[in-house]
Structure formats: C-alpha cells, structure tokens
C-alpha cells in the first residue's frame, strides 16, 4: 500500500484538497495526483504507474457512464472508484456495470468510508483479475488436453469425443458453482422444532470457527449462550402457540438477535431471520434460518441506546426539577425513571432513601414492590451499617449480587438478591441513596455504576434545589455539571428557538461552541429534512411530550450527520419557557443497516437464481417450498408443485428408489443419491439430490430438505460409455471366444463321424444275430447246418467290425462329445450372460457365478501366460449390485493381470513357468471382499496413487485407453457405495481388493 499511487480526476479543485486533507490528517500511505479532466487523466495514467482511479462522472470533456468507460478501456488492469453527488441506486449499478469496481457519494467522504471503499475496489479489482485469469488459464487447459484426448481417442466414435468434451464443460460448470458457493457470507441452516440442527451452509466456519459436521453434532446449549437459548425457544413456543391457535400470519418471519458461542470461546452476535418448514397442512415441523454476523453493528446500537436511555433518565429528572410537585412525588418519579431503564435492573423494585434531622441515618422515603417485612426491616438504616449504610458513608456506588456477611439487616427466609447501592452526594456529604434491588447472580455492565452515580448526585441536587429553592443560576449551573456528563449532544432552547445552552458532547460533534452560538438561532438542518423538523417541532408544542425521530442535521464544516433526536418542552414558574434537544449520531449505525439489506437482498438473489434446485418436503413427502430453478427445470410453475406428493412426480423405477431414502430420512440419515424425475412433457430428468432429515423439538420426523442438481447429460454420456467399453471388451475377447469354442467342436465332429460309421458295422451284427436268434427260438424251420451256418456268420461278421472294440470307444465317444458340448454350451452362456446388458438397478446378484463367468469369457486372454486359480466362498450371500458393470470391472482386472503377466514374459522373466492369477471371495461381517492378485511385475511407487485417473495408461499407444481401471473405480465407489484399492510391491505382483456392502448403498460421495 505505501507505493499505491492515486489519480483524482475530478473538474473541481475544492474536492480535490478536501480528498487530500483527509488522506494527509490520517495518515493514509498513499500518493495522491489530480486532473481536471478526462483528456489530461488519460495522459497522467499513460504516463504514471497509476494504481487506482478516483473518478468524477461528470467532467468538461466526457459526461456520464461514457467517462467511466473511456477510463476503463485506457487502464483495464486499474481498480476504479467513481464518486458522484447522484444517490441513485439503479446509477449504481450502471456504473459497476460499466467497469468500476466501488460507487461512493460526494456527502459521504469521511475518511474511514473512503478509504474502506478504496480497499474494497482494489480487492474487488483482484478478485475480477484473478478470476479473468484463472477463465484464460482454464480454458488453455480444457484446449490443451482437448487435444491430448484428442490424439488418445482418435479411433473413439463421434458420440464418444462429444461426451468428453460435456463432461469437461461440466466440470467447469461445477467448479464455477463452487466458487460461487464459497463466497457465501451468510450462514444459512435448517432445524427441527427443538433447534436441533439438520444442515448448515459452509460459511458457518467463518462465523464460529467450527467445521460443519463438527457444529451438527454439538448441543445446542454449547452453540447459543443461556440468555439466546431460552429468548429462542420462547418466541419460537410463542410463535408455535399462535400457529395452532391459529393468530398471527403464518407467512411471517421471526427476526431475532442471538448471541453464539464460538470455536476460541468468544462470543458473536447475530441477527438470525427464522421461518417456519410446513407440511402440506401449513403445520409448522421445522426451521429454516438465515444468520448473520451483527457484533459490531449491535455494539454500536447497544451503547447508543444506552447512551440515549442515560440521556433521557438525565433529562426527565431535569424535567421534574422545574415541575411544582411534592418532594415524595419528585422521589417516587426519579426512582421509577431509574426502574423503568430495561438493561439496568432485573426486577422492578427498588427504594430512595435520604438523610434528614439525624445525619447518622438514612430513612426510607419511598419504594417499589418492596415486601411490608423488607419495609419495617429497612425503613431507617445507621450510617456504616449493611450495604445500603456503608455506601453512604464510602461517598461511592457499591454493587453486591447476592446476599452475603454485607447485609446485617436480613431475616429467616429472606429471597436470594443483589443490590445496586448509590448515595446521593451533595459536597462530599450524603443527602440520601438510591437502593435497586437485582436478582442474584446479576452481571453488572460496563458505565452502570458511573451512570447511577451521576443520577443520584443529579438527585441529590434536585431534592437540594425542592428543599433550598436555590435561585436559577445555581440550577443552571447544576444543570451544566450534568449536562457535561452526557455523551450524546444536547442543546437548550427558548421559545424563540436561540440556544440557551449546549453541552460538550454538541461542539465535539457539530463544530460550533456556546459562544459562537448563545442567544443565536443556529441553522444546520439540511433542506430536505427541513419540513419534517418543522412537523415535530408542532408536535411537542402542542403536548405530545418527548417527540423522537430520525432526520439529517449539518455540521459547521458542512458534514450531512444521520441523528436521532429526543426533544420535549420545559417549563418555568408553570409556563413552557423552551425546549430540549437531544441528538445521536446513528450514521455509521445507517451504514451498517445498509449493508444488511443488500446482503439480505443477495441471498433472496441467490437462492432464487444458482443453478441448483432447492426443494422442502414434509412428513408425508408433499413439497412445501421449491425455488423457480427447480420448478423451471421441470416445467412447473412454482405454485403448481406446493402441496404434491414426490412419488407423483417420479415413474415407477425411481419411486422404488425413493421409498428407499425416505426410510434413511426417517433414521435421521443424511444422503446423497440419483434420482430421475418426471418433468411435465413426459421427459426423464436425471438429478443428484443431496437430503437432510428435518425433525421437531421432540424429535418426530417432520420431512426433507433437498439440494437437487442436473446430471441428465452426465448421466447419458456416462451410460454411452459403459457400453462403448462392454463393446470394445467383447470386440477383444471374440476371436478368443472362437478358438475356445472350435476346439470341442472340432472332436464332437469327429466323435460323430466315428459314432455315424460305428452305427453302420453294428447294424450289421444286429442283422445277422437277429437271424440266429429267429432260428434258435425255432421261428424258421428246424435246421441244424442252417443255424450253424448263422452263428458261424453273425461271428465272423462280430470279428470283422472288431466288436470289441466298437463296445469300448463308442461309450468314450458319447461322452466326450456331450463334454465337449457341454464346454461348448458353458462358453456361450458365460457369454450370454456377460455381455447381456441386464437391469441398470441393483439386484441380488451370485458375484461367484459372476466371476467364473468372466473367467471363462477372458479364458483365452489369460491361459497362455497364466494359470487361474479361484478360492470362492460357498457361504456367499447374494449382494445388491448392478450386475453388467461388475461384470465390467471383473474382466477390465482379469485382462489387465493377464496382459502384465503376459507382457514379463516377453521381456524374458519367467518364461518356462506360467504366471498365476488367484481370485478369491470371502464375508467380512456386513461386506463382502474380492481379491484379484497376480504374479506379475507390479507397479512402480511413483504411478500407483494414478492407477484410477480417467486415461492414464503404462501401455504403448494403440494397446489401450486408459479407461478399464477408471471405469471399475467409479462403478465400485460412486455407483455400488464399495472401496476399490490396489496392493503392490514392485517385482511382485499385485493385488486389487474390491469391498461391496451387502445393504444397498448410494455411493461413495453420498454419506448415509
């Protein structure tokens, strides 16, 4: 900052010392340079490092927003703050549309808010720089590797190279939303009717300190202080009485200050904007909030209250010292003047004590909801004697917050309470004390004790002056002392409106002093303020009493203050001789309003226009609230969809799927999941929706609150390329699969020739010994050389077919041709139920039968180079699964083990002895684990943690995609909810472990 060098541009040479002066008197590390026009602006900013632009709209030479855009086309890389006399919000926004970076009126430049809009344009400037270049960077990268995809997927189809060039584009859609969502200032968070909390934005840890699911599993009395804890659940109740009472309108918010305990034990303020989450019956079932960080703007506030209800307890004493009325009157109105101040005292009782013919004692003159044995114990108090009585004789205020060894006038039976002991002085001597009783274990504030010592002193006189009837000089002198305490400024005047009297605190803050002002009739009320003064000025004289409102008063310099002011008449000897005027500076208190109603505006903006949807359901699954991206996105109008069922909006398929989560909602289980959506034209909307569980004070479960977003096109290009690899698989595997399936049919052929010619020779025999049987059973006539005959030619035709062995081959030959069928048969089914696409849900599946069916499918990738040993345990339970891609990932392993198995070999390494590769199932408790190890060369330390990145691959260009091992690791991880790891030592194989839950799971990026 100490080299920034600052270019005022800027016709009139007054504003641009008045700039100067202020950056000299406080010392602001800058160099500031001026030019009277645009002309000479340019020059000075081609000629001079220029670090940032002060701009007038309006010059000689360039009028308007055509200035700002002259300015911004010379210095593109300049922050630029534009300061202008127009207080025009929609000017405003023209001109940061038009290239400047913060927008700042002519009456507002006070030194801390011109150098905070200075500070805020050169960051803003930054922000939009690094943004530039991380878009120019960005989009380098997505054309560099374009092109590397490019030249690694040449061969891929067109739909292909289409797909991955969406997903890139969504990529950056996504991290332009994340950007988005971290810059989120404000806390946003739902609840359940007993502020237990259901979710809560990011931004949290930059208001508390903690991390999100550190703060979900908090209670809630170490988030919110004791005091904010019970206002919060009181007005809530209240609310919740009116609701089913049915007053109030259910529309409404509930905006309340919350203090809030934070990570490093310190406390922050928030102003927090409640509204109901209801079920389809508009009943309340939980809370959707809105917090912001109000700390410095409350302080501000809470000390200007303070300082007003001081000022005004002051003034309404002044007021009763010239009103006519007894001095028990006079008592019993200054003590409730002190019991009517909220932050002062915790309960409305209280006393006034003085000192009359006897000095040594103080005598009860009044008191509020004091008990009658209270009254009778303490109705004369010795000087020195319990709290009260050492006050006195101390001179000094003393606080107690309890009943302890002080009190010496107590009885049996006495309530728990504190005090707040004041004696009324007059010259160092006690004329009485006030005594304000406090519930026990009270917390005094800073400026309490000060405060009520000086309104018993002012007391002390005004019962001096009842008493004495001291001439005016000495009230006014009196009133002087007090006046000069109070921190805000005041100011007296006649009936004439000339000031009579003004405290310090008036000259610190407008610049005049009592003797330029007296008997003078002071004019610094601006214009436009002017017939609202005239309006309330009418409105105390006619009796209303203390008038309050907010205006706008001028200084002597010529400074536009925002104030408050209090102002009533007063009277002398029963006739109204003027008026009192008490003002506060609540500018920068306007400032900070401001702000929160943009911020509040930004966050309306923005949950109306991200790109996600933004979706409330209730207990019975109705929707009772969506934002007009999700309504858009399916066709609906916003009011259409409050009040209908989900299930309604969903096909069959995806209901199931729903009734399914609605159950993890039920549990009190947050997730993520798929879901595809019926959109009003009959289209599927595919959609990842993040849910959170909402419940109320007793913990019933009252709905749903869900974040949803587009994936219809992920989801597409993501099922294109699935089958573009089962395709590319199965193109590999065929010529494998026709060699295995030629060998058995090859011997089946020939077992059947056998078995043809076989049948023939046997036909033969047959004939002859059916012959010789007709004659044995003397079916033809009786013949010894006939039958003879016939067995010696059913013989020798037995001896020439070789009998014998046509009986022993002919059975070998039937059964190796239905082996071979059979090892023909189990091929074609691996096959068939490998490469059939199957249901795209999840479904029990047997992974063992799974596994040999890829084994035999990958049969002859793998069984020259390699033996398959399977260890697969018959104990397995069914597991829920998508069946096609785990069969997938099984062969994109197998193939893989076997290709580095394959490729050892050729390098000369083992090349007598084949490699193995071992597969192996078993149960581990609620899981079920696959192992496929390989003795193989490994993989290198330096390449093992990228195994799994989209198109990584060790292999020649032309042997492989990258894609296998990426692919099996999004179906394990994203789809199936499993874990996908790799053990390896370089030299010595490797191992991949597959882990798949046996309850059906939403995926690993979408927590249960």
């Known amino acids: 900052m100490s080299d920034l060098t600052i270019l005022y541009i800027e016709d009139e040479r007054p504003l641009f010392t008045l700039v100067e002066n202020l950056m000299a008197k406080r010392g602001y590390p800058a160099r500031l340079l001026w030019a009277d026009s645009l002309a000479k602006g340019l020059e000075m900013l081609s000629d001079y490092e220029i670090g940032l632009v002060l701009l007038d709209l309006y010059l000689p030479d360039s009028q308007g927003l055509e200035t700002v855009k002259k300015i911004r086309a010379a210095a593109p890389q300049t922050p630029i703050v534009v300061l202008t006399g127009q207080g025009d919000y929609d000017l405003a926004d023209m001109i940061l549309e038009s290239g400047a970076q913060e927008y700042l009126e002519k009456d507002e430049l006070r030194p801390r808010v011109l150098f905070r809009a200075i500070r805020y344009a050169s960051e803003r400037k930054k922000m939009e720089d690094r943004l530039r270049q991380a878009k120019t960077g960005l989009e380098e990268q997505v054309e560099e590797r374009t092109q590397e995809l490019y030249n690694a997927i040449r061969n891929l189809n067109e739909e292909v190279t289409e797909r991955r060039l969406a997903e890139d584009a969504l990529r950056e859609s996504e991290a332009h939303y994340r950007l988005l969502a971290e810059n989120i200032t404000d806390v946003i968070w739902t609840a359940d009717l007993g502020m237990r909390f259901k979710y809560l934005s990011p931004s949290v840890k930059l208001l508390l300190g903690y991390q999100v699911p550190e703060l979900m599993a908090m209670r809630r009395r170490d988030v919110f202080t004791p005091a904010s804890l019970e206002l919060v659940s009181r007005a809530i109740e209240?609310?919740?009485?009116?609701?089913?009472?049915?007053?109030?309108?259910?529309?409404?918010?509930?905006?309340?200050?919350?203090?809030?305990?934070?990570?490093?034990?310190?406390?922050?303020?928030?102003?927090?904007?409640?509204?109901?989450?209801?079920?389809?019956?508009?009943?309340?079932?939980?809370?959707?909030?809105?917090?912001?960080?109000?700390?410095?703007?409350?302080?501000?506030?809470?000390?200007?209250?303070?300082?007003?209800?001081?000022?005004?307890?002051?003034?309404?004493?002044?007021?009763?010292?010239?009103?006519?009325?007894?001095?028990?009157?006079?008592?019993?109105?200054?003590?409730?003047?002190?019991?009517?101040?909220?932050?002062?005292?915790?309960?409305?009782?209280?006393?006034?004590?003085?000192?009359?013919?006897?000095?040594?004692?103080?005598?009860?003159?009044?008191?509020?909801?004091?008990?009658?044995?209270?009254?009778?114990?303490?109705?004369?108090?010795?000087?020195?004697?319990?709290?009260?009585?050492?006050?006195?004789?101390?001179?000094?205020?003393?606080f107690v917050d309890r009943v302890d060894h002080q009190h010496e006038f107590s009885h049996p039976g006495m309530e728990g309470h504190g005090h707040y002991c004041a004696p009324m002085l007059m010259g160092g001597q006690p004329m009485g004390l006030i005594n304000l009783c406090l519930r026990e274990g009270f917390v005094p504030q800073e400026g309490e004790e000060e405060f009520l010592t000086a309104f018993a002193n002012a007391l002390a006189m005004a019962v001096a002056h009842h008493r004495s009837g001291q001439a005016l000089r000495e009230s006014e002198t009196r009133t002087r002392t007090i006046l000069s305490l109070l921190p805000d400024p005041l100011v007296v005047y006649d009936m004439q409106g000339r000031v009579i009297l003004i405290n310090e605190a008036f000259e610190k803050t407008f610049g005049w002093t009592m003797e330029e002002l007296r008997n003078k009739k002071i004019t610094f009320v601006p214009p436009e303020s002017l017939q609202e003064t005239?309006?309330?000025?009418?409105?105390?004289?006619?009796?209303?009493?203390?008038?309050?409102?907010?205006?706008?008063?001028?200084?002597?310099?010529?400074?536009?203050?925002?104030?408050?002011?209090?102002?009533?008449?007063?009277?002398?000897?029963?006739?109204?001789?003027?008026?009192?005027?008490?003002?506060?500076?609540?500018?920068?208190?306007?400032?900070?309003?401001?702000?929160?109603?943009?911020?509040?505006?930004?966050y309306r903006n923005l949950v109306e226009t991200i790109s996600e949807g933004l979706l409330e359901v209730n207990k019975d699954?109705?929707?009772?609230?969506?934002?007009?991206?999700?309504?858009?996105?399916?066709?609906?109008?916003?009011?259409?969809?409050?009040?209908?069922?989900?299930?309604?909006?969903l096909d069959e398929r995806n209901q199931a799927i729903l009734r399914d989560q609605w159950e993890k909602r039920q549990q009190g289980k947050s997730s993520r999941y798929e879901l595809g959506w019926t959109k009003a034209d009959g289209s599927t909307l595919y959609c990842l929706v993040s849910?959170?569980?909402?419940?109320?004070?007793?913990?019933?479960?009252?709905?749903?609150?869900?974040?949803?977003?587009?994936?219809?096109e992920r989801k597409l290009l993501e099922s294109q390329l699935l089958q573009a690899q089962k395709l590319e698989s199965i193109g590999q595997l065929a010529a494998g699969i026709a060699h295995e399936i030629n060998t058995p049919t090859q011997y089946v052929s020939d077992n059947t020739r056998f078995l043809r010619e076989a049948f023939y020779d046997l036909t033969r025999v047959m004939v002859s010994h059916l012959k010789l049987a007709k004659l044995a059973a003397g079916q033809e006539p009786p013949a010894g050389p006939a039958l003879s005959q016939a067995l010696k030619e059913a013989q020798a035709q037995y001896?020439?077919?070789?009998?014998?062995?046509?009986?022993?081959?002919?059975?070998?030959?039937?059964?190796?041709?239905?082996?071979?069928?059979?090892?023909?048969?189990?091929?074609?089914?691996?096959?068939?139920?490998?490469?059939?696409?199957?249901?795209?849900?999840?479904?029990?599946?047997?992974?063992?039968?799974?596994?040999?069916?890829?084994?035999?499918?990958?049969?002859?990738?793998?069984?020259?180079?390699?033996?398959?040993?399977?260890?697969?345990?018959?104990?397995?339970?069914?597991?829920?699964?998508?069946?096609?891609?785990?069969n997938q990932v099984f062969l994109n392993i197998i193939v893989n083990a076997a290709h580095a198995i394959g490729e050892m070999h050729q390098e000369g390494q083992g090349q007598e002895i084949k490699g193995q590769i071992r597969i192996s199932t078993r149960l581990l408790g609620s899981e079920v684990e696959i192992r496929f190890s390989d003795t193989g060369p490994g993989i290198p330390a330096a390449i093992r943690n990228r195994v799994f990145d989209p198109f990584f691959t060790t292999k020649p260009p032309g042997k492989g995609t990258g894609q296998g091992l990426a692919i099996a690791y999004r179906v394990i991880e994203d789809k199936h909810g499993g874990k996908l790891s790799l053990e390896s030592l370089e030299g010595q194989g490797a191992t991949f472990i597959i882990r798949l839950p046996l309850q059906e799971s939403s995926g690993r990026d979408q927590p249960q």
């Open 534 to 602: 005239i309006d309330n000025v009418n409105r105390m004289i006619s009796g209303e009493g203390v008038v309050a409102f907010e205006t706008k008063r001028l200084t002597k310099d010529g400074r536009k203050l925002d104030v408050l002011i209090n102002t009533a008449t007063f009277h002398e000897a029963g006739r109204q001789a003027g008026n009192i005027v008490a003002f506060r500076d609540i500018t920068e208190i306007k400032l900070v309003e401001s702000a929160l109603r943009e911020s509040e505006v930004r």
């Open 621 to 649: 699954n109705r929707i009772t609230f969506c934002n007009k991206f999700f309504a858009d996105t399916l066709g609906y109008e916003k009011s259409a969809l409050l009040g209908v069922n989900t299930l309604g909006l």
């Open 799 to 886: 001896q020439e077919i070789d009998g014998d062995y046509l009986l022993e081959e002919v059975p070998n030959a039937i059964e190796q041709t239905l082996e071979g069928l059979g090892r023909i048969s189990t091929i074609v089914r691996s096959m068939k139920e490998f490469a059939h696409p199957g249901p795209d849900t999840k479904t029990p599946t047997d992974l063992n039968r799974a596994i040999e069916n890829t084994v035999t499918v990958a049969k002859n990738e793998w069984k020259y180079v390699a033996e398959v040993v399977t260890d697969l345990a018959p104990d397995l339970p069914p597991v829920p699964c998508v069946p096609g891609e785990l």
């Open 238 to 398: 209240t609310a919740l009485a009116q609701q089913r009472a049915g007053q109030g309108d259910p529309s409404s918010a509930l905006n309340l200050e919350l203090e809030l305990r934070r990570r490093d034990g310190s406390t922050v303020w928030t102003d927090t904007r409640f509204s109901f989450l209801r079920d389809q019956a508009g009943v309340p079932k939980g809370l959707l909030a809105v917090t912001r960080d109000i700390t410095e703007a409350r302080a501000i506030r809470i000390a200007m209250q303070r300082n007003y209800d001081k000022q005004n307890a002051i003034n309404s004493l002044l007021n009763l010292t010239l009103e006519e009325i007894t001095l028990e009157d006079l008592l019993t109105k200054a003590l409730n003047i002190l019991l009517g101040i909220p932050w002062l005292t915790s309960e409305s009782r209280g006393a006034i004590f003085l000192v009359e013919s006897d000095p040594d004692h103080l005598v009860m003159k009044v008191h509020s909801v004091l008990s009658e044995s209270k009254c009778q114990l303490c109705a004369r108090i010795p000087v020195g004697k319990c709290v009260c009585g050492q006050a006195a004789a101390a001179g000094k205020t003393i």
């Open 691 to 712: 849910a959170t569980p909402l419940y109320d004070s007793q913990g019933n479960f009252q709905g749903s609150l869900c974040l949803v977003t587009d994936i219809t």
